[in-house]
């Protein structure tokens, strides 16, 4: 088994310890000596999961988890939802003891099941459950293979205990199969050519990209295509799509340019329904048409390879002009060729006017942004926009990754820092599941350690009391991290929601706080970090002392180790 998972160059692996797979724990560390992969101990199924789901998304390769059996599916299955609903490959080893006469008395029983992968079937992309070591063998390598395959998604595999543990009498017969990775699909060629043409002859194209980009090719390919059509690009921030500091990148005014547009072109977004129509969260809930009549809508990407039927992420049906199938970032260079061979030269001027135009929107854009910066800056509790700005301040300089979400920043960093290379955000949880946020970014801290490069992660507070194990991990492997939190003092996003239900009831919003904010007590968020071993400073009210107390938290991360820093702050 470590030799197959040494085979796919597999360099980590995520667990909470669990009898189940003490077989392969142990052969992991003395046969295979500690060392690709290397054990992560974790504090809790779900954090390994989401572990390995940061370290996916930071590298573009799987990280390996393991989960004890029942119990440990049902702690990890959150995280993999996560997973599954952000298409990215991790693989995880479940233990179990499926022979009934081999159980031990009372613990094996209630942590064994006849199909155990059976609980999240329906959102793991694939499961195996193997008969033999070579079945192993050669489940895990297309296990590997059908993860990494776009769409991406997690798979599982249950390895029984007499396969881990059972003794070997010669080796001969067992064969590690070739690994043969799928290239990604591109879409067709002739339908290629006919998004082409829509968007060539449209007087205002739009571009709206998510989950597009996972190498630096792939960005500036992009950036290659807006240019080519001098369109503006929307991007919707699953991953790190187009650079922040290009002219092109209008993505603050998406809902004005979708009104304006004649001919949009989607590349692996999922919702695009919710793109092109206005939805009203009210008792109504009212829908209307965010496009003019007669806008054309082509939708590229790889959504419609796979689905499931329960549960529904793929959200609500959109009935589009031209459906493509087809990995986006693999499509682009057959894509922009077919533009390029749309465009007559009689066009190139027009197309020339429109960026210019675009450009100085995007100044007047950046410039309303630093403007409303300033509005609340010596606020009590800090400013978001403060927060982002301070932070960007000190990280500047640093060859830096935002390890964590930040829409619950008001999107502040997006908007005020320059995000220039396809590995500067890993992105959001995919599932919008609550726990993810530090087990993800400790997971990306890993790889950034190894490429030397400096993980940022905006912690929101609910979030770190889901999993506050993870700051353990961070702290007994060495990993470099610095976590500001964004300490609201609240599950703000279900404030709003009460509040919105108390004004539809007329019942005023006073009560709104109960059960909905984290207060008395407020939680010493440093003083928990400090408990497992981590430098940690705060709580920080004070605006003025937020940069000298950045640049302590950063010295500490710069030698190596993990540091937070507690900031109280508005809401969004």
């Known amino acids: 088994m470590v030799d197959v998972i040494r085979s796919l160059d597999v360099k980590y692996v995520a667990a909470n310890p669990g009898s189940s797979f003490r077989g392969l724990h142990e052969s992991l560390l003395n046969y295979g000596g500690n060392t690709k992969p290397e054990f992560l101990t974790c504090m809790h ?77 329906d959102f793991v992309k694939w499961d195996d459950q193997p008969a033999s070591l070579q079945h192993f063998g050669e489940s895990l390598v297309r296990g590997h ?81 807006a240019e080519t059509l001098g369109a503006p690009v929307v991007d919707q921030g699953g991953r790190m799509n187009f650079p922040t500091t290009h002219p092109l990148n209008h993505t603050d005014r998406a809902g004005g340019l979708i009104r304006g547009a004649d001919v949009i ?14 939805y009203i969260d009210n008792e109504e809930r009212a829908v209307s048409s965010k496009i003019k009549t007669g806008t054309k809508v082509i939708s590229l990407g790889t959504g419609d390879l796979y689905l499931k039927s329960n549960y529904q992420d793929f959200q609500r049906y959109a009935p589009v002009d031209l459906s493509i199938a087809g990995d986006a970032e693999t499509s682009l ?70 390890v964590s979400g930040e829409g619950n920043l008001s999107r502040w960093p997006r908007r005020l820092w320059t995000f220039d290379k396809h590995y500067r955000h890993i992105g959001h949880a995919g599932g919008a599941g609550v726990g993810y946020g530090i087990a993800a970014a400790v997971g990306a801290a890993i790889a950034c350690r190894d490429a030397g490069r400096f993980a940022v992660n905006i912690q929101t507070d609910g979030d770190l009391m889901y999993a506050p194990g993870a700051l353990w991990t961070a702290v007994h492997h060495k990993i470099p991290l610095l ?67 950045l640049k302590r938290a950063i010295a500490v991360v710069k030698q190596g180790m993990p540091a937070l820093l507690d900031v109280v702050c508005q809401p969004r």
């Open 145 to 225: 293979k059908i993860a990494t395959t776009p769409p991406m998604g997690p798979v599982i595999l249950v390895a029984d205990g007499d396969l881990q543990e059972m003794s070997l009498h010669g080796t001969a017969e067992l064969k590690i199969p070739k690994a043969s990775p799928t290239r990604p699909p591109q879409g067709d060629d002739a339908a290629l050519a006919e998004a082409a043409k829509l968007l060539v002859g449209a007087v205002n194209p739009v571009l709206i990209v998510d989950r597009v980009v996972r190498t630096a090719e792939g960005m500036a390919q992009l950036v290659t295509l």
């Open 483 to 549: 976590s500001v939190m964004h300490n609201n003092r609240a599950y703000h996003q279900e404030v709003m929601h009460i509040q919105r239900m108390a004004n539809w009831h007329n019942r005023g919003v006073d009560r709104a706080h109960i059960g909905t904010t984290i207060t008395d007590p407020f939680i010493d968020y440093a003083g928990l970090a400090k408990s497992m071993g981590m430098w940690a400073e705060g709580p920080i009210t004070d605006p003025a002392a937020l940069g000298p107390a």
């Open 265 to 278: 072109l989607t590349m692996e977004v999922t919702d695009v329904w919710g793109l092109i129509n206005e």
């Open 333 to 402: 260079p057959a894509l922009i060729a077919a533009v390029r061979s749309a465009i007559p030269q009689s066009q190139q001027g027009a197309i020339a006017q429109r960026r210019d135009k675009l450009a100085q929107a995007y100044t007047k854009a950046r410039v309303a942004a630093r403007e409303a910066a300033a509005i609340a800056w010596d606020a009590r509790p800090i400013a978001t926009a403060r927060l982002a700005a301070e932070l960007w301040a000190q990280i500047k300089n640093e060859d830096w990754v935002l």
């Open 45 to 121: 199924e779900e954090s390994s999961v989401a572990m390995a789901h940061g370290y996916a998304k930071a590298t573009g390769k799987p990280m390996l988890f393991l989960a004890h059996s029942t119990v440990g599916l049902q702690h990890a299955a959150m995280a993999l939802y996560n997973d599954w609903c952000d298409r990215v490959p991790v693989i995880g080893i479940l233990g179990n003891i499926m022979d009934a006469a081999k159980r031990r008395p009372n613990i094996e029983w209630l942590h064994t099941a006849q199909d155990p992968a059976a609980m999240v079937r």
